[in-house]
């Protein structure tokens, strides 16, 4: 895919890495409102739709990761993330195809596979482009696509389906993605200014971050947090549906809303008290989302037992935003542990850790645990394993507040960058 001819600015840059970021996101997540719509046609349990949800995508997604960033550093990361989401649109079409478990499966593998080539690479595009002392800031703006790719992708996903059908709400995601890949290369090269020296080998990245306990702790950490976040993620739809009662609209404009309040509040928060505080103290990049993951897990608690789903709707927000708290400190601390030009390894193998137990355990395991609670509890199962899977959340914030001390040892000093 051919890229353009000049280095574009850093605010278009981060503009179009965003976009493409809510494009992963609108793929990724629109499985999760369009759950029950399939479940009832291709006649699906909750297990294998947490399959669907989970390993389907994260298989592939986390281990490609690694060989595709490697990729990235050494022929240039705006390259390989265009041709990415060239791969993830067209096999998010795909899944309109779907007659069984396994079509669907394997068109999700490929989502997985796509989507494997942008994240790591935009992390380390970003490193480009935005010194340190801002660069918290811009990897929140960056992270901005996870809650609005989330919540366009269920009020997209749910409104479509409920006027037309599932099939449908897959093409036109996919294709918006097909339309976008063309003006991305047109307007994002990597930037030539800033260190391009070899990307060191995997082994030698690999062996650097085993060796950093900042590096294990705050990946295991943000694994455990995922493990519960993406199974909220992907379930709340089916729980708002089956315990508090709503409609399949309904439940879309629930979600979207509480993902775009909640979710934008609590990434550009984050960003901006661990850029502020960071400065301080290195330390709170792992703190301060250690604290908000702590706090998240009664208060998402009260909004799962509540018995109507408005008190749910106000009860959720403030956990919703504590839950987003940690891209912009942590992914700006793992960026930091290593030198500019492995950036994109680092974050590849950061992100390995992360999906294959967050990603692709999460959404399985609360679906597998409600099967194995439906018969006592019936429809109110997945309600139940999703109270459950909150000790995630406890386990991920005391990893954090034990990991700040070893931040501050394996911290990376980086010569001093003009502003851009």
Request: with cysteine.
């Amino acid at each position: 895919m051919k890229q353009g001819t000049a280095t574009a600015r850093p605010t278009v840059v981060l503009t179009m890495l965003l976009l493409v970021y809510i494009c992963n996101f609108v793929d990724r997540q629109i499985l999760a409102i369009l759950a029950a719509p399939i479940q009832r046609d291709l006649a699906l349990s909750d297990g294998e739709m947490g399959l669907l949800g989970g390993v389907a995508f994260a298989l592939l997604y986390a281990t490609c990761g690694v060989p595709l960033s490697t990729l990235a550093d050494r022929t240039g990361r705006a390259r390989v993330i265009g041709w990415s989401l060239v791969v993830w649109s067209a096999c998010t079409a795909l899944c309109a195809a779907a007659q069984g478990f396994w079509h669907i499966f394997l068109a999700r593998l490929g989502v997985g596979v796509g989507e494997a080539g942008g994240v790591a690479p935009s992390y380390a595009l970003i490193g480009e482009y935005f010194p340190s002392d801002r660069r918290a800031r811009a990897l929140a703006i960056y992270s901005l696509g996870i809650p609005i790719g989330s919540g366009a992708g269920v009020l997209a996903g749910g409104t479509i389906a409920a006027l037309v059908d599932w099939r449908l709400a897959f093409v036109v995601v996919g294709a918006f993605g097909l339309i976008l890949a063309p003006i991305f290369a047109l307007l994002v090269r990597d930037r030539q200014s800033v260190d391009r020296t070899p990307a060191a080998p995997l082994r030698r990245t690999a062996a650097l971050l085993m060796r950093r306990r900042s590096f294990w702790l705050l990946s295991l950490a943000q694994a455990l947090a995922s493990m519960a976040g993406y199974g909220i993620v992907f379930w709340l739809p089916s729980v708002l549906q089956r315990s508090f009662g709503l409609d399949l609209i309904g439940s879309a404009q629930f979600f979207a809303g509480l993902l775009l309040l909640g979710g934008i509040a609590g990434v550009l928060g984050g960003g901006w008290l661990g850029d502020r505080l960071g400065r301080k103290d290195r330390a709170w990049h792992a703190w301060l989302p250690g604290v908000a993951f702590l706090l998240s897990a009664p208060l998402f608690a009260a909004g799962i037992v509540s018995g109507d789903w408005r008190a749910a709707f106000v009860l959720f927000l403030v956990p919703q935003a504590l839950s987003y708290f940690w891209m912009g400190p942590v992914l700006s601390a793992v960026q930091h542990l290593v030198a500019s030009a492995e950036r994109s390894m680092a974050s590849a193998l950061f992100l390995l850790i992360n999906n294959l137990l967050g990603l692709a355990g999460g959404t399985w395991a609360l679906g597998a645990l409600a099967d194995h609670l439906r018969p006592l509890h019936g429809d109110d199962a997945l309600r139940h394993a999703m109270l459950w899977s909150l000790l995630f959340y406890l386990a991920a914030g005391l990893l954090l507040l034990a990991g700040g001390r070893w931040l501050r040892q394996d911290w990376v000093p980086e010569p001093a960058a003009t502003d851009p």
